[in-house]
């Protein structure tokens, strides 16, 4: 049983200056993990789910999913419509 899939709307992404150390959801249209891949080579800022905007870590580290970002996400997921 595989229920992966090759696109994901969105990614998880750690702020490496956050004292909390949460893995955030960052939600594109497009390319979640190209969108971040190049704010962190870029340095400019991308905005999570739960609104917090920093510049990703180019090397993200196994933490636990900001709760905040885990709700929305899954009620977006829920919807599955077009907006
Ligand atoms: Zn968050």
Redesign the pocket.
């Known amino acids: 049983m595989s229920t992966r899939t090759d696109e994901r709307p969105d990614l998880r992404t750690t702020d490496p200056s956050d004292q909390e150390r949460?893995a955030?959801?960052v939600y594109s249209k497009g390319n979640a993990q190209a969108l971040i891949t190049e704010a962190s080579v870029l340095g400019f800022p991308v905005e999570?789910?739960?609104g917090?905007r920093w510049v990703p870590s180019r090397d993200p580290k196994r933490f636990p999913v900001?709760p905040?970002?885990k709700e929305i996400a899954d009620a977006l997921r829920g919807r599955g419509g077009a907006g």
């Open positions: 949460f955030h959801i999570a789910l739960c917090k900001c905040e970002c």
